[in-house]
């Protein structure tokens, strides 16, 4: 099986699509001539033309709100934000316009539409520009949002979202694009709402996803050095969430981390959490238990940065906690 | 005369004295601004009884906007606006019934009374939606425009706001990338001179709104009096015509005024404007100044216009009767309509 990039993966989903559908254009800045911020629209705009490749000026709330009008028209947009936290500018569009259309409109008006650019904190950012915002867009009823953590599962979560007639918001890990996996030749598809296992254990399961799913199989990994087994349950599609998943899982091992990239406060951990003391209470042996961010705007200084982040060492020191181990 | 009204702005003073058109048509804009302001009346009782909750932004004063605006389009073109969408929604085609309906929180309503007042939809009409927030839609409508330029269809759409939208960002985004990539869209603004309660002099550092299309190269600019339904009629099918044959935008202040408050909880005259101001624009009521230059012409009898007002008042007894019969939606349809099923 061939591998490639997160960056090729996410290049092929989009060119694949754009070749089935000639309803489907890409629209942000920098996406043409450019060939993108981080090179994700690569060789689209020479295949594809300006008119389906639009390099648009730097103006997020207009350009997604571009985006929703046309895909009330019968286009199936996909914006693309250099990266989420500026898509703060365009969030109206998202959650007012996008998310709320059908609803509104009494079933009338989809929004056939992907809203997809880099998330999370890369290196040394700063607090602008190192932000995971899981939590913020699956609060919202509405819209649908993924979040892969591999080449794999970016292509094909991309091409399904690409597909699906609902908004559709596409984190991508900033610090992912460089990261290889194996991508087979054939098409296919991830099915929205649907968790992947991606290490089987029995002694803990630690729910996650996007880049935290590669920070928790790197844990599973060390600590099947040390006879714990790891069942890592990788959700891919946070709204709507793959609740089935997270309770099979926990229901065999009894105790569960979860991980993630964002900020402690209303995040995805704490619904996670609620879903598990609601349906697996019985099962548990241990307090479910919580690795994220450190409830600070990120610090730019390496070192503090580096103690910000949820990591190996934080997630393994969980994993022992709710395991009763030292 | 106590006024605050500035005149030195003004280029389009209203007028008392109207023209006359051709006669059969001069009816049709005349039964069109008719239903909106017998609508809205009833509206405004139907509000006061409880039946309808909420928001609820009246349209009286305004009605030659949409009726001069909306007259110069095909049905496969589009109308997107703002809350204060009642009126819009009925001369685009819209049954009153359905409108109705929507206000009444029923499932008969256009939205199957889960939009109200603000946020009325119909696709068989290309009705996109009154939108709640200020500004917000003025993307979607160039979103619309880029549609259909991509298409390469000769469709148009009109996008309605209000005075405020025109310092709002996402207007000058929307604006700046209409004219940039030329999209057939016709920005209209509705100057009711007051943005809930502050006048526009106090809002926009500039005296002509229109003059906010100069800051975009081949946007036409555009002032015209809104108490005068053959003036927008004639202002809108040229800025029409250019945005489905050159595929070029402009944007359209129409100056008009609302006779009634912001909203159902905003008294019509006391603490931002004068009962003398309010009585002023009244006199150039655009239905009432239109009726009576037809009678003063002959070319409607006041029997005509007596016959007018009562096919109209049953048009609007019959919605109100409709909507009050209409069922509730049910409790299962709260989860409706959330994400659609299909995936293409």
């Known amino acids: 099986m061939p591998i490639i990039t997160y960056r090729e993966a996410l290049n092929q989903a989009l060119r694949e699509e754009m070749a089935r559908d000639d309803r489907v254009y890409i629209m942000g800045e920098e996406v043409g001539v450019y060939n993108g911020a981080y090179k994700v629209t690569k060789g689209l705009l020479e295949e594809f033309g300006e008119n389906r490749v639009v390099d648009s000026p730097i103006a997020e709330l207009g350009f997604a709100g571009?985006?929703?009008?046309?895909?009330?028209?019968?286009?199936?947009?996909?914006?693309?934000?250099?990266?989420?936290?500026?898509?703060?500018?365009?969030?109206?569009?998202?959650?007012?316009?996008?998310?709320?259309?059908?609803?509104?409109?009494?079933?009338?008006?989809?929004?056939?539409?992907?809203?997809?650019?880099?998330?999370?904190?890369?290196?040394?950012l700063g607090a602008q520009h190192s932000q995971a915002f899981e939590s913020w867009l699956a609060h919202i009823p509405g819209i649908k949002v993924v979040s892969p953590g591999?080449?794999?599962?970016?292509?094909?979560?991309?091409?399904?979202?690409?597909?699906?007639?609902?908004?559709?918001?596409?984190?991508?890990?900033?610090?992912?694009?460089?990261t290889k996996?194996?991508?087979?030749?054939?098409?296919?598809?991830?099915?929205?709402?649907?968790?992947?296992?991606?290490?089987?254990?029995?002694?803990?399961?630690?729910?996650?996803?996007?880049?935290?799913?590669?920070?928790?199989?790197?844990?599973?990994?060390?600590?099947?050095?040390?006879?714990?087994?790891?069942?890592?349950i990788d959700l891919l599609t946070i709204r709507p969430m793959d609740v089935e998943a997270i309770y099979e899982s926990v229901r065999k091992t009894q105790r569960a981390v979860v991980l993630e990239e964002g900020w402690e406060v209303c995040g995805i951990g704490a619904q996670v959490v609620d879903y598990i003391q609601r349906e697996c209470f019985d099962h548990l042996d241990a307090p479910v238990l919580r690795v994220h961010q450190a409830d600070v705007p990120m610090p730019y200084a390496k070192g503090l940065e580096k103690i910000a982040k949820p990591d190996v060492a934080k997630t393994i020191a969980a994993v022992k906690q709710v395991m009763y181990r030292t | 005369m106590a006024t605050t009204k500035k005149k030195t702005s003004i280029k389009c003073e209203p007028v008392a004295v109207r023209t006359v058109g051709d006669p059969a048509l001069d009816r049709e804009l005349l039964q069109s601004m008719?239903?909106?302001?017998?609508?809205?009346?009833?509206?405004?009782?139907?509000?006061?009884?409880?039946?309808?909750?909420?928001?609820?932004?009246?349209?009286?004063?305004?009605?030659?906007?949409?009726?001069?605006?909306?007259?110069?389009?095909?049905?496969?073109?589009?109308?997107?606006?703002?809350?204060?969408?009642?009126?819009?929604?009925?001369?685009?085609?819209?049954?009153?019934?359905?409108?109705?309906?929507?206000?009444?929180?029923?499932?008969?309503?256009?939205?199957?009374?889960?939009?109200?007042?603000?946020?009325?939809?119909?696709?068989?009409?290309?009705?996109?939606?009154?939108?709640?927030?200020?500004?917000?839609?003025?993307?979607?409508?160039?979103?619309?425009?880029?549609?259909?330029?991509?298409?390469?269809?000769?469709q148009v759409i009109v996008c309605f706001m209000g005075d405020s939208v025109v310092n709002i960002g996402a207007f000058h985004e929307a604006l700046n990338m209409a004219a940039l990539w030329k999209l057939p869209v016709l920005f209209v603004i509705e100057n009711n001179r007051y943005g809930m309660g502050t006048p526009v002099e106090k809002a926009a550092a500039v005296d002509d709104l229109s003059r906010r299309a100069d800051g975009y190269t081949g946007m036409d600019g555009i002032v015209v009096d809104g108490m005068d339904v053959h003036a927008v009629c004639e202002a809108a099918a040229r800025a029409i015509a250019r945005a489905r044959t050159e595929s070029?935008?402009?944007?359209?202040?129409?100056?008009?005024?609302?006779?009634?408050?912001?909203?159902?909880?905003?008294?019509?005259?006391?603490?931002?404007?004068?009962?003398?101001?309010?009585?002023?624009?009244?006199?150039?009521?655009?239905?009432?100044?239109?009726?009576?230059?037809?009678?003063?012409?002959?070319?409607?009898?006041?029997?005509?216009?007596?016959?007018?007002?009562?096919?109209?008042?049953?048009?609007?007894?019959?919605?109100?009767?409709?909507?009050?019969?209409?069922?509730?939606?049910?409790?299962?349809?709260?989860?409706?309509?959330?994400?659609?099923?299909?995936?293409?």
């Open chain 2, 34 to 154: 008719l239903l909106q302001r017998r609508f809205e009346e009833k509206v405004g009782e139907a509000y006061a009884l409880g039946k309808i909750g909420g928001f609820c932004h009246l349209y009286i004063g305004q009605e030659a906007v949409s009726t001069g605006i909306i007259a110069q389009l095909r049905p496969d073109d589009y109308v997107i606006g703002t809350y204060r969408d009642h009126g819009q929604a009925l001369v685009r085609g819209v049954a009153p019934r359905a409108v109705m309906a929507e206000l009444f929180g029923r499932i008969d309503g256009c939205s199957r009374g889960k939009g109200g007042s603000m946020h009325m939809f119909d696709r068989h009409t290309n009705f996109l939606g009154g939108h709640g927030i200020v500004g917000s839609h003025v993307p979607l409508a160039a979103g619309v425009g880029f549609a259909i330029k991509y298409r390469g269809g000769d």
């Open chain 1, 66 to 124: 571009i985006g929703v009008g046309s895909a009330m028209a019968g286009l199936r947009p996909v914006i693309e934000f250099m990266t989420w936290n500026f898509a703060l500018l365009a969030i109206d569009q998202v959650v007012n316009s996008a998310a709320k259309m059908l609803y509104m409109s009494g079933g009338q008006f989809n929004v056939p539409i992907v809203f997809r650019g880099p998330n999370g904190a890369a290196l040394q």
């Open chain 2, 248 to 344: 070029r935008p402009s944007l359209l202040e129409v100056r008009t005024y609302r006779f009634r408050g912001h909203s159902m909880s905003d008294a019509v005259s006391g603490t931002y404007r004068s009962k003398d101001e309010l009585d002023e624009y009244q006199s150039y009521d655009p239905i009432f100044s239109l009726r009576d230059a037809m009678v003063l012409a002959s070319t409607m009898t006041v029997a005509e216009w007596e016959a007018l007002e009562a096919e109209v008042a049953a048009t609007v007894q019959d919605a109100w009767d409709f909507a009050d019969a209409s069922p509730e939606p049910p409790p299962a349809a709260l989860y409706e309509d959330v994400l659609v099923d299909t995936t293409s």
């Open chain 1, 181 to 232: 996996g194996e991508v087979p030749d054939h098409e296919y598809l991830i099915p929205l709402g649907k968790a992947d296992r991606k290490r089987t254990g029995t002694d803990c399961s630690i729910i996650t996803s996007g880049k935290m799913a590669l920070v928790a199989m790197q844990v599973a990994d060390l600590l099947a050095k040390e006879d714990i087994h790891i069942d890592v």
């Open chain 1, 150 to 178: 591999t080449p794999y599962d970016a292509k094909g979560l991309l091409k399904s979202a690409i597909r699906d007639d609902n908004p559709v918001v596409v984190l991508e890990g900033e610090m992912l694009y460089n």
